[in-house]
């Protein structure tokens, strides 16, 4: 009798408070289809607002689960969306996705967030970039091919940075932000005639992204920061 398919659980929290899209912050079961590169969306959950000191992350998988009548020793691997974004929110699906991995022994795949964005992003019509984590006139851009390949890795970018890169030899077509894009950098963007797109993110594109990249050790697995947390840079100056 044929093996079934993989389980996948998919982690998306990297950005809750941004206000993306329409989409919320959610988890997904899904299996690969080998013969088509694609992926068989089992079902999805969203996450439900909690207070600051609370989440609904495990709550959620559960929900899932038991709709779907998943068992721990089905899921063969966790996808998890590891940022730039909200500093608290990903840790705690960072911290999830190891303890699911160590409990069931599934493979970790470490989803950089602009991958997940570039999932939803349309294909086939020119270069584009996803920006993240904006802070004081920078943000984290990564930039993609048509294709939506990744061109080299995401860096934090100033507003001379973004002019630089969009009046290029390959000037990008469009830029998927959040609604804290740096003002800067939307002028350069309007005066330069790239599209500004609303950026996207769910566990759905999450579960795409990770059949093409490979798994890591669970005990590796740890957020992308675009900057030093300032919590850790607080503790620095004072130890100092």
Known sequence: MPVPPTITLAIENS??????????????????????GSVEVLGVEPLRPKGPNDDDLMAAIDRLARRLGIVPPQIGGVAVSIGPGGYTAMRIAIATAKM???????????????????????????????????????AFVTVFGPDRTSKAPGSVMTAADLEALVRGEVPLARLYCDRFIPDRFHR?????????????????????????????NP??????????????????????
């Open 188 to 216: 350069i963007l309007e005066d330069t005639g790239v599209r500004i797109e609303t950026l996207r993110l769910n566990p759905v594109a999450c579960l795409e992204a990770s059949l093409s990249i490979p798994p890591v």
């Open 100 to 138: 699911i991995s160590e409990a069931t022994g599934a493979r970790t795949i470490a989803i950089p967030t602009a991958e997940v964005a570039a999932r939803l992003a349309t294909a086939g019509a020119g270069d584009f970039a996803v920006a993240l984590a904006s802070k004081r006139e920078t």
């Open 219 to 240: 005990l590796a697995l740890a957020p992308l920061y675009a900057r030093e947390p300032e919590a850790v840079t607080i503790w620095r100056t004072k130890k100092s």
């Open 15 to 36: 950005n809750p408070s941004s206000g993306i899209g329409g989409d919320v912050p959610g988890v997904a079961f899904g299996r690969a289809l080998p013969d088509t």
